[in-house]
């Protein structure tokens, strides 16, 4: 996994001094809290909000957390709050939360739900400082990405401390604008789907061309894994480094000339714009019902 590679005294020591809650313990939170418990937090600074009791036992015996199914007392204590329910149970929840531990509303609140604005999360928890992220699924590896947003009421301090907890998850991208989060929804969040779809294809081509399925998985996984090793550790742009390894006349450029002629960059860009729409129509739906 990831996380073994990466040692994080750092967020040790700071995560350390204080408690989270989680409201919702399924995948992403699960990524999360191993992320943290793998920096080596306090597994007593961890509470898990989670209503069913297979999950519940999991977390426990995997990661050593407190848990509980309903947002009791507990939660009056934690400074900072991660909700990570699914965004239509998130009414609900924060109405849960306001009957039973309606303190816990001082807390920090970092949303990773999709789709649920900063507003919706003020109004229903009555919260003051939101910090939303939008993170993406490498983080169940420790490789994830999550772009981020933090209200005004959000000063140094709590955008640090939301960065501390997402990091245990992978890199953290900030944007000064709530409505960018569409745009990160569009790269970042859908993007493994993107990059698993290029691999499907180039399994399939491969296959096509007489190599056993096998074969052709081993060299596409390996070949996407390894472009991007080489995009992070090389300071050339993604743009120079396919000139790079297209000569003129070559393998490479008869490939690139197809993928040009049916225009995959117009097709890419319009498939962008539609997961973008989406995410804010969501959010708009979202923000209707609740
Ligand atoms: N997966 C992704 O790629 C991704 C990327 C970015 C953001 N997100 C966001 O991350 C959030 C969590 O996603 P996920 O994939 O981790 O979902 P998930 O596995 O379904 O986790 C949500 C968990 O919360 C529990 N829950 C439901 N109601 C609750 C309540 N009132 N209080 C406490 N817990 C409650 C659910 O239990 P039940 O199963 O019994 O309902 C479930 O175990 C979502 O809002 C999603 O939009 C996910």
């Known amino acids: 996994m990831g996380w073994a590679r990466r040692g994080r005294p750092a967020i040790m020591q700071a995560m350390n001094d204080f408690v989270m809650a989680f409201i919702g313990g399924g995948n992403m939170a699960g990524a999360i809290v191993g992320g943290l418990r793998h920096a080596g937090v306090d597994a007593r600074r961890l509470l898990v909000v989670e209503p069913q009791q297979a999950r519940r036992d999991f977390l426990q015996q995997q990661f050593g957390v407190r848990v509980q199914p309903e947002p009791d007392a507990p939660l009056e204590a934690a400074e900072l ?38 507003a919706a999360i003020e109004r229903l928890v009555g919260a003051s400082q939101v910090v939303r992220a939008m ?9 994830g990405v999550s772009g981020v947003y933090a209200n005004p009421a959000c000063g140094e301090g709590a955008r ?9 998850a ?52 390996a070949t996407v894994g390894g ?12 743009a120079r480094l396919r000139e790079q390894v297209t000569s ?18 117009g097709a890419f860009a319009e498939a962008l714009r539609a997961a973008a729409r989406r995410s804010a129509d969501l959010a708009d739906a979202l923000e209707r019902d609740s």
């Open 81 to 118: 709050l991660v909700w990570a329910v699914k965004p239509q149970q998130f009414a609900e929840a924060a109405r849960a939360l306001r009957a039973r531990a309606a303190g816990a509303a001082r807390a920090l609140q970092l949303s990773i739900m999709a789709g649920v604005r900063c």
């Open 170 to 221: 992978g890199s953290v991208v900030w944007v000064e604008q709530e409505a960018a989060l569409d745009a990160v929804t569009a790269v970042s969040g859908s993007g493994p789907a993107y990059v698993f779809y290029l691999m499907e294809m180039m399994i399939a081509g491969g296959v096509e061309l007489g190599l056993s399925e096998a074969v052709a998985h081993r060299l596409a996984l």
């Open 248 to 265: 003129q006349g070559g393998t490479t450029a008869a490939a690139l000339q197809v993928l040009g002629a049916r225009d995959v960059a």
């Open 135 to 143: 993170p993406n699924t490498p983080a169940l590896v420790g490789r």
């Open 227 to 238: 472009a991007a090793a080489l995009a992070e550790a090389s300071p050339l742009s993604p």
């Open 160 to 168: 640090a401390r939301a960065e501390q907890v997402l990091r245990a």
